[in-house]
Every structure is written in structure tokens, then in C-alpha cells.
């Protein structure tokens, strides 16, 4: 049971919603001295400057003995008229600024031959059944499908005439043991909320049973089809809740969870044989504290705990009649106990995989043995362990880079992976238990030369004198004269580790001559829970001195300059880049800061931000608003510092950060005083944090972004 991603802030931000460019015409506005010397910008309209001017507010806070104003605290009401007047000027500016930009074409259509090409996601594999989501060439989003056994794929669910302009998307959730039992989700916009349906597969036809539009942490299906355990963000709380097939799902009962608040993650899993369930409750996303309970189904009786007055956290896995505790108790690099489902009580623990010099990062029961997934020195390994923790056959990766997505069962001997770096784009591998072999199962094939590019790691000083790994990818025979352009992007939080994975925008900008570095910030969970922890809470200046660090590094040793360095994050990430921007201005030239956390002062008030309160802090510990206030980048704006060029990316449909961090930190960046180099919010209405969007506008964001980077650093994309 895996709960590290719920409500985390990681994954490439994916925002949806019609095209920027429709609106074309008359209705777009240039840029007013922000992008004097573009060329074939036009004049702004008289009745719209550009960008335009916020109106300034009153607003203050005290914290203690400190007062803090908040000038654009108007913004954050999303749905007022002059919210929503302001936001439409600003994409207006935006797009007359970007869609004159040379260049533009090309990159569209690179990136679109990169793009188009079949692409998979690892199946599950349930009564000899492979179910997964595959986009075909040429279409827009994935779909769900079924392959038997030697036979062909079989569609299922097909999302695209959902919506005309296929913002809606589907996603799988879950499958019934015997594969009869379909439960897809479908997802509004970029929203992290879905409404779950249930398929027939068989029949080919949806069930009565809907569950509503929510925030599903666990869906598990018992094996007589008759019954659904689940897990869901409520008002009050996450709760788990028992569903029987064919009812109204507004009387399901409440199971587990009562009292929990929202800074909780409750996930649960169900035993292979439906007897027993394993809740899960985690204090916050890269939560420094969980509980694990055991509930037996054949013998009604209370709820077991297994542990729940430890400081560390721990992820549980059912594997036949045994328990496995993924944990970092007494073990920062992590390690496994196993434990009989009979008797868990801490008594009856017995260690089988120790801690090693590695991050073990997760565990999968497989085939009746243990698939474990390492991170060593920010590369994936990955190991297979007897149920008893015996070292089994090894599995042999083809290249420095990343596993994710290990599915399989317990009780089947197969399993799947997907591998991918910066040179490989996503391939899937069936894995086959009794004799250690891996096969293609599907894979992704994009038309480029891996062998024209190199991936090297290097390792540099941090200001506290810490060693940080950096990995840079490039095409061969870079020459180190200080003139490279250079995308410096990273995370640094919650737990999360950065490994190389295939992006077709970081293969382009390299096919251009650019650099992508990737240093591997403290916060992540590269070295285990003590790296961690050395970048979170009072420690986050930590992660920004490592990421300021590494742009000195490759300025130092000749790899760019101040005016051709690029920095980019997403999330927490657009935190890292915006607090970089805000300490160190003359380091960097561009500044791409996607779906951001950027008023640290108030980030906790909104959506589902007590989730990050262990990761962070809150302002209302007066111990803690020190620190975030010495680092929030929205408080650390100066009307007279000259910034870098900034785009800001948001949208309505981020219902995880929200989005009033980049329209306030839009309007005081262009209130500065400084317009040399332009300040942009790109703002889609449906823009959002989840997946699910089309591949169209993943190219057209690309090209937005490569095309802002290209102007600002002096690219050609021809």
C-alpha cells in the first residue's frame, strides 16, 4: 500500500483546457516595455495595458510583533469579476507576447514527432487479464484497455468523446480479483478529483454504482464482486467506507477513519482472499509519522493495531498470510519486517531485509517473493528477495536510470516494470519470477539517436560544504566555454526521489544545443530519511542553497553563464525556483515556475495544503512563520530588485495548489519596477495538477515554455 504520492505535490503539472490560441485576432494585446525589441509585436490596446496594473490592497497580517502586508490578497477570490477581469488580461498579454515567437513551428513539430507515437502504462494483471491505458498515434489521451493472454488489446473505455475539447480523461483505479469488474475514473480538467465508475467487462457495460466526485485515496474491490472497501477525503477527514454493489452509494457505511482531521492520508488494502484489511493513516504527505491497523473480516472483532506510537513511518503489504513494513524506523535507508497477520503485535516482528548502504524506496510482494526498488546514488537498482528476505535472482536494469510502476501479485509469478532515461522514453518489462528474466512487454519508440547524447553525473559543494549529485545530459561533444544554455531544474521535498526519466522537451532543448541539469536536493529521498530531513521544516534553506550551489558549479566550471542559465520547477519545485529567483537574481536569466507554492505565510489555508504542514511548517507556529518568512518568496519581492524573465504557469483546475500563489506573485513581480525582462502569467481555466490531459496541449505547453526559454536565452529553434 503505497500512500507516499497522496497529495504530494510531485509530478510534472499538467494543466487542460481550450486552446490559448483561438482567441487570436483581435483580441490579442502586446506586451507594453516588458517586451520592447520583440520582434512583430504589436501595440497594446488603448483600453488594456500590458501587463496589467493590480490593484494594490490594504491587507495585513501580524504574526507576534511582526507585520506583514499582502498587497494582492483580492486575488485569492478565484471567482470575483475583477479576479477574473485581471486574469483575462493577463492571458491576453501572455499570448501576444508568445505567439509571435520565432521559432514556434518548428518546435511545435518536433515536439509533435516526438510525441505521436504508441504509448503505454504497465498493466494489472487480474484473472489472467492484462488491463492498462495506451494512447495510440495521433490521438489525444489514453485509453482503457484489456488484452487476454496471447490475444489482442481490447478497448474499454474510450474517454475521447467525453468532452469536445477532450479535457476529460480516464483513469484506472482499480480491477476485480477474477477480472470481471472494471473501476475507471473520470477526471475533470487538471482537477485531483474523479468520479468512479464501474464497468462489466464482459458485458461491456456500466453498473449502476457511481461513486461521486472526490478524492479516492484506495479503491479495493472484495473477490466476490459483491462488496468495495474505500478511502476518501471528506469536510472533516479522510474515512474509509464500505460500498455493496448495486446500492445507493450515499448510505455506504463508515468503516474506519472517524475522527481523523485533514492534515491525515488514510489508504487501506484488502487481502488477495478478501479476509483481512490493512488501514493505513499517515500524518501529511512525506509524513514523519504513520499507523497501521489490521482488520480481520471472517472474525468480526476490533481493529488490531499494529503500530501507532512510533516516530517513522510505515507502509504496509499483504502477501498471502504475512504482513511486510516497508519502514525507516531505527533505519534511515529503510528496511522490511515481516510479520504473521495472526499475531502483529511489535513482539512478533522479525526483520528480512536489513538496511544496506542503499534507499530502499518501496517493496512489492511478487510471485511469492519480494521485489524490492533501491536508489543508489540517484539511479534506480532493483532486487527480488525470498519471502523469508534471502537474496533471489537479480534483475538487470539496461541503463543508468528509472523504475516505477512494479505491479503484481502475491500469488502470480509475473510481474511488471517500467524502465526509462533521458535516452529512453518509457518501456514496460514483464518480469518472469522462477527464472529471473525480464522481456519487452510494450514500449514507447520516439525518432532520435540516443547514441548523440551522454549523461554524466558529477558531484559538487553545497554552502554548508554537503556533496550534492548533479546529472547533466547534453548531446556529445559539449565544449565547456561557458555559452551553453541551460535548464537547471529540481524538487527537493517530501520524501521524493529524482532519477532520470525521458521528457521529449529536455530531448529537443539538448537536440538544440542545451544542457539539462538535475542536481539532487536535499528534502528528496536520494540517501535515504536523514537527506530528507535535512531539507524540510527549518532545514528547507537547505534545498535552496544546494540548488543555488549547483547553478554556481556550472557557471564556475565553464558549463553557461549568468545569461544563458535557466532555471524551471513545477510544485514544490516552482517553491525551489522562486525562492532561488527571489535570494539570487543575477544568477539566472529565465525563470519558468509552474503551478507554484509561493506565499509560504498563508499556503496552509487553502485547498488541501494541511496535508504539507509536517513538510513545511505553518506561519501560525510562531517558531516556524521565522523561518518561512525568511524565505517565502512572495514576501521577499523588492520593488527595486532587478529579477530575471519569469513565466508563471497556473490554472483553475489545480485543485492541489492552488492558484492564487502565481496571480499574487504575478502582479507584485510586474509592480517591481523592473521591465527589462518580461513577468508572464500563462493561465488556462482548466489548468491543473493531475494527469489526463491531451497530448495536444502537452505540446502546446512545451512549446510555450521552449519557446520563452529560447527568446530569453538566445536559442535558434531552427
Known sequence: MQTRSSGVLRGRPKPIGLSRWTVRGALLLAMSTQIAGLAGAQEPSPAAKCPPTARIDSAKDTYGSTVVADPYRWLEDQNSPETRAWIGVEQKCTEGALSKLPGRTQISRRLTELLHADSYEAPLERGGRYFFRKRLAGQDLLQIYMRRKDGADELLIDPLPWSMDHSASATLRSVSKDG???FYGRREGGQDEITVRVMDVDARRDLADVLPSGRYFSIEPAPD???IYYTLATEKGPRAYYHEMGADAAKDKLVFGEGLDKQKILALRLSEDGRYLVYSVAAGAAAEK?????QDLKEPGPVVTVVDD??????PSLAGDRLYL???????LWRVFSVSLAAPQREHWQVVIPETDASLEYIVPVGGKIAALYTRNAASEM????????PANPVHLPALGSVSNIAGRWENGEAFYTFETYTMPQTIYRYEVATGTSSVWAETKAPFDRSQF????VWYTSKDQTRVPMFLFHKKGLKLDGANPVILTGYGGFNLSETPRFSASYLLWAERGGILALPNLRGGGEFGEEWHRAGMLAKKQNVFDDFIAAAEYLIANKYTGPAKLSIRGGSNGGLLVGAAMTQRPDLFQAVVCLYPLLDMLRYQKFLVAPYWVPEYGSADNPDQFTYLYAYSPYQRVSKDAKYPAVLLITGDGDTRVAPLHARKMAALLQASGDSNHPKLLLYDTKSGHSGGRPISKIIEEDTDILSFLFWQLGVSAN
Open 180 to 182: 470481471k469488474l472494471l
Open 225 to 227: 464482486n459483491k462488496r
Open 290 to 294: 504513520t499507523e497501521v491497523y489490521l
Open 310 to 315: 512510533l516516530p517513522s513511518t510505515f507502509f
Open 326 to 332: 516497508h519502514t525507516n524506523w531505527k533505519a534511515p
Open 383 to 390: 532486487k527480488l528477495f525470498d519471502a523469508d528476505g534471502k
Open 454 to 457: 551522454d549523461i554524466d553525473q
